[in-house]
């Protein structure tokens, strides 16, 4: 049974549940091998901002869950403050949203994408969000159609379908 589809920013005791969403999702989305170190990185910057020093210009980012605090996170959305390489424009930019494959009978995709656009309007700043995925495209492009204004696609050439099952041991 899924839980309500609440979404609520991610706080440090959610680390195991992001965690187990993150490589769940690669399993199932990856397209390149698995960096931990890195991953940690935007991890914990996103958790826990505030050991982040101020003269430090990485990257800012937050994570939106759904389930309880530190229990069984069945769903998530990660975006951080970023720039094209040809503008000055900040946007939001879309890392992930994944909800966990026995929690996909609910709202739950639709509220992480809600959630995004309301952290969008809040930073008034755009919001760049796709799908790169090989499994069930199609429906998840028309989820994201009937909820955000399109302005493009994502296709991938050149990169062999990724085994994520070797990140996972």
């Known amino acids: 049974m899924a839980a309500p589809s609440i979404v609520r920013i991610a706080r440090p005791e959610d680390y195991m549940g992001v965690w187990k969403l993150l490589l769940c999702s690669h399993a199932e989305n990856g397209k390149f091998p698995l960096a931990p170190e890195k991953v940690e990185y935007f991890v914990q910057r996103a958790l826990v901002p505030e050991v982040i020093p101020p003269d430090d210009t990485g990257p800012r980012g937050v994570i939106g869950v759904i389930g309880p605090p530190g229990g069984g996170l069945e769903g998530l959305a990660f975006v951080i403050i970023s ?3 040809y503008t000055t424009q900040r946007h939001l930019e879309e890392l992930m949203v994944f ?8 709202n739950h995709a639709r509220a992480l994408i809600d959630w995004m656009k309301q952290q969008s309007d809040e930073t008034h700043l755009p919001l760049l969000t ?4 090989t499994e069930r495209t199609e429906a998840k492009v028309r ?4 909820a955000l204004p399109k302005a493009g696609a994502f296709f991938l050439y050149g990169a062999a379908p990724s085994s994520a099952a070797h990140a996972l041991n």
Do not use: A, K, N, Q
């Open 83 to 85: 720039c094209f390489w």
């Open 99 to 106: 909800v966990d494959p026995e929690c996909r009978r609910s």
């Open 130 to 133: 796709g799908i790169i995925s």
């Open 143 to 146: 989820l994201y159609e009937r």
